[in-house]
């Protein structure tokens, strides 16, 4: 199974700076047939389900905030939000979806400084 | 828009078994491929298994094939998914979700409760 480990577990920072959450996979989620990388980050909130923000690694979901990014290829990601507010404060967790079983990152809590 | 809505939650016996259900609406539920995970307090989401809806062609994880069934009724657009044999390592929040095949989660449920207690 590949296995997601984010980094860091929890992070605090204060409105209107970076959060940076990096996700790292033990293996390539990136297929060379067609240069995509199967790697999507979601944002959960508590007692909601988990919100689809970034697909394809670096991909925009229709109606998220600009200030949501994604990078990395290969085994390494991030996501970044560029300028936090207080109703970004949620847990975020990678996904793989290359292979079965998929699977996710535990998990970053961000919350404000 | 996409909308899922699972069943209300479940409070079982070890032993026993719980199917959760998920209708959907909104989107082409036969082009679909519905996913479903769980997520046990303070865990990371775990993948149970897929079906593709429009082929009725379940895929599990091999942690719960002897015990999971996923299927779907195109009639009324709801998945299934049913765990047998519960033991108390089962309580979680049960999650259908929508994806393209290998593709990402464009929809999710609002979550199955199901606590298994003697």
């Known amino acids: 199974d590949i296995v997601m480990t984010q980094a860091p577990d929890s992070l605090a920072v204060s409105l209107g700076e970076r959060a940076t959450i990096n996700c790292k996979s033990s293996?390539?989620?990136?297929?060379?047939?067609?240069?995509?990388?199967?790697l999507a980050w979601y944002q959960q909130k508590p007692g909601q389900p988990p919100k689809l923000l970034i697909y394809w690694a670096s991909t925009r979901e229709s109606g998220v905030p600009d200030r949501f990014s994604g990078s990395g290829s290969g085994t390494d990601f991030t996501l970044t939000i560029s300028r936090l507010q207080a109703e970004d404060v949620a847990v975020y967790f990678c996904?793989?979806?290359?292979?079965?079983?998929?699977?996710f990152g535990q998990g970053t809590k961000v919350e404000i400084k | 828009q996409m909308q899922l809505v699972q069943s209300g939650p479940e409070v079982k016996k070890p032993g026993t078994s719980v199917k959760v259900s998920c209708k959907a609406s909104?989107?082409?539920?036969?082009?679909?491929?519905m996913q479903w995970v769980r997520q046990a307090r303070g865990q990371r989401l775990e993948w149970i298994g897929w079906?593709?809806?429009?082929?009725?062609?379940?895929k599990y994880a091999q942690k719960f094939q002897e015990r999971v069934t996923i299927t779907r009724d195109m009639s009324t657009s709801t998945a299934y998914m049913e765990i047998s044999s519960l033991r108390s390592e089962d309580t979680a929040v049960y999650y259908c979700a929508t994806s393209n095949y290998f593709d990402r989660y464009d929809s999710w449920g609002q979550g199955t409760l199901v606590t298994v207690s003697s």
């Open positions: 293996q390539s989620v990136l297929y060379s047939s067609n240069n995509k990388n199967y």
């Open positions: 079906i593709v809806v429009g082929s009725d062609n379940p």
């Open positions: 996904h793989q979806y290359y292979v079965i079983p998929q699977t």
């Open positions: 909104g989107f082409t539920f036969g082009n679909s491929v």
